[in-house]
């Protein structure tokens, strides 16, 4: 069965760095799109940030443009979400999800890791 | 930027009843290209619907997905009680997603 699996969440300080990773597994890694999907305390799902298979096309929301990248090592099956000057806004579970290949929809999601912004 | 829209905000319904959940688009968008999610505290979202109207693996026939253009619904056709959970209508554009703000269905 596909799996992802998040880690790298944590408190941080605003202003600081953090690297989220998703580990996927039981599917070939390199023919999905992959994407970043958060939803801050009592708020709705936001995307945040997507790949191409390949790693070659990268596309971010306007409100992380800038501050974070995306990437993914496809030797490794995973996804990686660089998350740099960081804001209290942030402060979210961040989930890794699948693209399907025909709907462009998300058809597998990972459980979340939880990103705190605070000082 | 195409915004979606969700209504109601929050659906108070019984087990057994019809849920019936708007997502309307800020001007016309693909079918093909509209999902639904549910969303269930400390869960990953599962999708539902895809295409507007195609069910995703695993999920039960009372789960219905319609409309084109601007319009879409989601249609419940007897609750359970697994289903009171959040929904989201979520769309992709070139390059880019945007979800609705999502319907809280809750148990009456």
């Known amino acids: 069965e596909v799996q992802l699996l998040e880690s790298g969440g944590g408190l941080v300080q605003p202003g600081g760095s953090l690297r989220l990773s998703c580990v996927a597994s039981e599917f070939t890694f390199s023919n999905y799109a992959m994407s970043w999907v958060r939803q801050a305390p009592g708020k709705g799902l936001e995307w945040v940030s997507g790949i191409g298979g390949s790693g070659g096309s990268t596309f971010y929301a306007d409100s992380v443009k800038g501050r974070f990248t995306i990437s993914r090592d496809n030797s490794k099956n995973t996804l990686y979400l660089q998350m740099n000057s960081l804001r209290a806004e942030d402060t979210a579970v961040y989930y890794c999800a699948r693209r399907d290949s025909y709907y462009r929809a998300f058809d597998y999601w990972g459980q979340g890791t939880l990103v705190t912004v605070s000082s | 930027e195409i915004v979606l829209t969700q209504s109601p905000g929050t659906l108070s319904l019984s087990p057994g009843e019809r849920a019936t959940l708007s997502c309307r688009a800020s001007?016309?968008?693909?079918?093909?290209?509209l999902a639904w999610y549910q969303h269930k505290p400390g869960q990953a979202p599962r999708p539902l619907i895809y295409?507007?109207?195609s069910r995703a693996t695993g999920i039960p026939d009372r789960f219905s997905g319609s409309g084109s253009g601007t319009d879409f619904t989601l249609t419940i056709s007897r609750l359970e009680p697994e289903d009171f959970a959040v929904y989201y209508c979520q769309l992709f554009g070139t390059s880019w997603y945007t979800f609705g703000q999502g319907t809280k269905l809750e148990i009456k």
């Open positions: 295409g507007a109207s």
């Open positions: 001007q016309s968008v693909s079918s093909s290209y």
